[in-house]
């Protein structure tokens, strides 16, 4: 047992590795949790907890609040065509600043510490700049410190590449280091600190009834980020699910030496775990929303075979993804409309690449809209409940939110609606589903 009940040995079933009782710890402080000195010396008092604890511990942080978009928008206005290894060179220096504040920060405390870069490590990534994906985390080094009792803080949101230059993982890419870093040393749990004490049935600044989940499995995680939840970067989940590595969302407002303690003696926070531990599970766990699609509609195209293929080859090929898919059946048999949906991103060059492939697919009008977004209702207990989509679209209807279209999986309904009517589809079906609080 560890000596500190309120600290991390509280947390519901966290395996202790060694008969002391120690655990090996990564604790990742995003954005807002970094905004400023005072912020980190809040962070530094959460990692101190932890250490007087016995715990051996590994930090990831993100840049301070703000300062990746300033580094974004600093290589766009610098040429909007820029070469996106010079970008890496440019926004994973927010992380190099935090990185080095908050070991100087907890030195000052007299905490054994010091910095890594990404490079240092080495995390590898493969060669894909601006959103690349860690490949391999020479995890030995970092452990062999950690075993002699030095805290890591290690830069989130980057890595080395295969041409020796800095590689960034994607926006909201430190939850992803912080969970590829704790698998690599074989951590026994990866708290996510953030700005909210952990993840809700939805986005708690749009709807305040949102309740927190105490736990959530990885499958639910991986759809709720994919479909808009970015409390946790969508690869992050991926890599704790395939490496079942134990994630817990939780606040880093909390009173470091007095962390909340719920009615169950338990910290308060979500853990995100296997689906056999969830306790009790509701039949739709969460909705969440995305804003950054857009929708495209070719009206009177052939209706024949081939045709699906000559609209999603070229753009496959363009490396666009393609969501949601709706075709109609041709009342004539001789045309029929296919509606489809990119991300925002990829409009442009989405209707460019489909201009240019007219005379293949033969359409005759192009329509676009941007200002749509997706509104997804997600749940493992929908496998085994039927009339759960029925009711999302009767709830829309008497709203009078009109469903543009519509995607379903296993686990999750999404609908793509009007994006002005996308807070009152939240709520509407946020309450329909029972989940308000
Ligand atoms: P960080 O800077 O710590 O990485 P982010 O801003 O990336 O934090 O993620 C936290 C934010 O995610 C919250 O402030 C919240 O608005 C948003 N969010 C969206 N959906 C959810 C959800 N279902 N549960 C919790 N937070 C959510
Ligand atoms: N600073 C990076 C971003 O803003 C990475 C992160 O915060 O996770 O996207
Ligand atoms: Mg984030």
């Known amino acids: 047992m560890c000596a500190d009940p309120r600290g991390a040995t509280a947390l519901p079933d966290t395996t202790i590795k060694n008969t002391s009782g120690m655990a090996r710890l990564v604790l990742k402080f995003g954005g807002t949790s970094v ?3 005072d912020r980190i010396r809040n962070v530094a008092r959460h990692v101190k907890r932890e250490v007087d604890a016995g715990h051996q511990v590994a930090v990831v942080v993100s840049a301070m609040a703000g300062q990746t978009n300033k580094l974004v928008e600093f290589c766009r206005e610098a040429s909007p065509l820029h070469d996106a290894r010079e970008y890496d060179a440019v926004v994973a220096s927010g992380e190099q600043v935090t990185s080095g504040l908050l070991a100087i920060v907890l030195q000052d405390m007299g905490v054994n510490a010091r910095s890594w870069q990404g490079w240092q490590v080495p995390i590898k ?3 894909n700049h601006g959103a690349a994906r860690i490949r391999d985390i020479e995890g030995s080094f970092l452990s062999e410190r950690l075993e002699q009792g030095q805290v890591a803080v290690l830069a989130g949101f980057q890595g080395v590449a295969p041409d020796n230059r800095i590689a960034t993982l994607g926006r909201g890419g ?6 590829a ?3 690599a040393i074989k951590a026994d749990r990866c708290d996510i600190y953030t700005d909210v004490d952990g993840v809700y049935t939805t986005d708690p600044r749009i709807v305040p009834k949102a309740q927190r989940l105490d736990r959530v499995s990885f499958e639910e995680m991986l759809e709720m980020a994919s479909l808009g939840a970015k409390v946790l970067q969508v690869r992050s989940v991926e890599m704790a699910m395939v490496h079942g590595v134990r994630t817990f969302v939780r606040s880093s407002f909390d ?3 007095a962390p909340q ?3 169950n003696g338990l910290p308060i926070g979500t853990l995100i775990c296997d689906e056999d531990e969830l306790v009790e599970q509701q039949v739709v766990t969460g909705i969440a929303y995305a804003k950054d699609e857009a929708q495209i509609s070719l009206r009177d195209v052939a209706d024949k075979p081939g045709v699906a293929e000559s609209v999603f080859g070229p753009l496959a090929d363009a490396n666009i993804n393609v969501d949601m898919i709706v075709q109609n059946i041709s009342p004539d048999g001789k045309t029929t409309d296919i509606t489809f949906t990119v991300p925002e991103g990829d409009f442009e060059r989405a209707n460019k690449v489909l201009e240019d492939n007219r005379g293949v697919i033969g359409f005759q009008n192009l329509e676009g809209a941007r200002d749509v977004v997706k ?5 493992i207990g929908m496998r085994s409940h039927a009339g759960i989509a029925a009711q999302c679209f009767r709830g829309l209807a008497s709203k009078g939110i009109n469903i543009r279209a519509i995607t379903t999986s296993e686990i999750k309904i999404s ?4 994006s002005a009517y996308a807070e009152l589809a939240v709520r509407t079906l946020h309450s329909l589903y029972g989940l308000d609080g």
């Open 35 to 37: 905004a400023d000195l």
């Open 125 to 127: 990534t493969d060669e």
């Open 174 to 179: 430190s939850d992803t280091s912080a969970v």
């Open 181 to 183: 870093i704790a698998a």
């Open 255 to 257: 009173d470091p030496d």
């Open 261 to 263: 303690v719920g009615e």
């Open 375 to 379: 509104v997804s209702v997600i749940g």
């Open 415 to 418: 609908v793509l609606i009007d």
